[in-house]
T-cell receptor, first 113, second 112 residues
Framework: DAMVIQNPRYQVTQFGKPVTLSCSQTLNHNVMYWYQQKSSQAPKLLFHYYDKDFNNEADTPDNFQSRRPNTSFCFLDIRSPGLGDAAMYLC????????????FGPGTRLTVL | TQLLEQSPQFLSIQEGENLTVYCNSSSVFSSLQWYRQEPGEGPVLLVTVVTGGEVKKLKRLTFQFGDARKDSSLHITAAQPGDTGLYLCAGGRSSNTGKLIFGQGTTLQVKP
């Protein structure tokens, strides 16, 4: 089945220690998104890629970076995680091209010690 | 800034009761998505509505898109404990990038 996969599902890191989260998709969608979600809140968009074009949300901290080496994969790098970065990180994809529906992965729960 | 106001934020009901969740905006959307999210998992798409006045049914769930495409509702009939979760509405503007505006979410707890 076509899907969005996130690894790892749970990640524990230490304060200030860089961490990378990964996302892959078999949907062949043009657009990939990274969201941060804190408990019982709506997801907050960090950035998205339309194909190789990177788009940063205005309020996304510089501590967060992203890479999309090819259509299928996208990475979220947190350069120096703080306690406030502990959250669920969600990857989503969309065909783009004026189709609004997004399909989410299962998420990575990040704990910062 | 586009806003999508979702209400109520929290709902705790007994099994068998009915409930309605609302999403309202002053802006027009080209589509409205509803997602359900269980603890520790990603949001799962329930439905997409695109036509003003459209009504879609998914078993005990009924979704409606307002005539002016500014609001939407989700009605659950005879709620069950398995309906427990976070319900999210999200509006789309039919852009090239598919970005969505999310409501604040409704946490639903259905007690047996």
């Amino acid at each position: 089945d076509a899907m969005v996969i996130q690894n790892p599902r749970y990640q524990v890191t230490q304060f200030g220690k860089p961490v990378t989260l990964s996302c892959s998709q078999t949907l062949n969608h043009n657009v990939m998104y990274w969201y941060q979600q804190k408990s019982s809140q709506a997801p907050k968009l960090l950035f998205h890629y339309y194909d190789k074009d990177f788009n940063n949300e205005a309020d996304t901290p510089d501590n967060f970076q992203s890479r999309r080496p090819n259509t299928s994969f996208c990475f979220l790098d947190i350069r120096s995680p703080g306690l406030g970065d502990a959250a669920m990180y969600l990857c989503a994809t969309s065909p783009g091209q004026f189709t609004d529906t997004q399909y989410f992965g299962p998420g990575t729960r990040l704990t910062v010690l | 800034t586009q806003l999508l106001e979702q209400s109520p934020q929290f709902l705790s009901i007994q099994e068998g009761e009915n409930l309605t969740v609302y999403c309202n905006s002053s802006s027009v959307f080209s589509s409205l998505q509803w997602y359900r999210q269980e603890p520790g998992e990603g949001p799962v798409l329930l439905v997409t509505v695109v036509t003003g006045g459209e009504v879609k049914k998914l078993k005990r769930l009924t979704f409606q898109f307002g005539d002016a495409r500014k609001d939407s509702s989700l009605h659950i009939t005879a709620a069950q404990p398995g309906d427990t979760g976070l319900y999210l509405c999200a509006g789309g503007r039919s852009s090239n990038t598919g970005k969505l505006i999310f409501g604040q979410g409704t946490t639903l707890q259905v007690k047996p």
